[in-house]
């Protein structure tokens, strides 16, 4: 009850304190688990309501057509990922995605260039891999500026001022693309399938808010424990599926 008093308190004003809870490790570490125990049973009751609407949908006569084209299973990850695939999605995965998507939550300039730099990293990599070398260079030349106009400046670890608010706005939108950058796992968007994606998409935000609250009552690396917990967890059912 605790733990949904709390998850209830952080989705109605997410950044309303912004500050991690003055807690002891092992508390912290008490309610890190707790909130995997709160994933597990999320999980498997969302797998329970998922195989029992994708039945209904499936009696209406409303067939998806996922299968055979761009469905997200373990062996198409291993293909791709190779044998570094339980280091990259367990270890590198949440690393990086936590450096873009969270790290900044906590509104310090440091944090902000720093995932504003993993960004422009990742496009540089991408685009010249792919010999679009006009991008590559102009993502350098971005990230070259905003490290003299930025980084420059003796007032890096300051706090930028937001109010409660835009805090929780800037939270909220967080949590949604997240959720939603998950959808390229198909190689395909039908939109004849758009229940499947919402389907799809539930449980990934579910593990997306619990992600947030961990990074923003515990501290960005608590986050990243936690997102790895997730990763590995959700690997080991598709694996076993």
Known sequence: MIIAKLLLQFLKAPYADPHPLEISLLRKIGLLLKLALTYLVLTIFLLIICAISYAIIHSLGIHFHIHGKNEVNPDNVYAALGKYTLLITGVFGPLIEESIFR????????????????????????????????????????????????????????TMKITTRTGNYLVYISMVTF???????????????????????????????????CRMKLGFFYGIFFHSMVNVFVYGIMIRH
């Open 103 to 158: 790290l900044p939550l906590s509104f310090r300039k440091r944090d902000v260039s720093i995932s504003f730099f993993v960004i422009m990293g990742i496009m540089i990599w991408h685009f010249s891999k792919t010999h679009h070398w006009v991008i590559a260079a102009l993502a350098l030349m971005i990230s070259c500026l905003f490290y003299f106009l930025v980084l420059g400046r003796k007032n890096i670890v300051v």
């Open 179 to 213: 959720a939603l950058f998950h959808l390229t796992n198909f190689s395909h968007f039908d939109f004849h399938d758009i229940l499947f994606y919402l389907i799809f998409i539930t449980p990934v935000f579910i593990g997306t808010v619990l992600i947030t609250f």
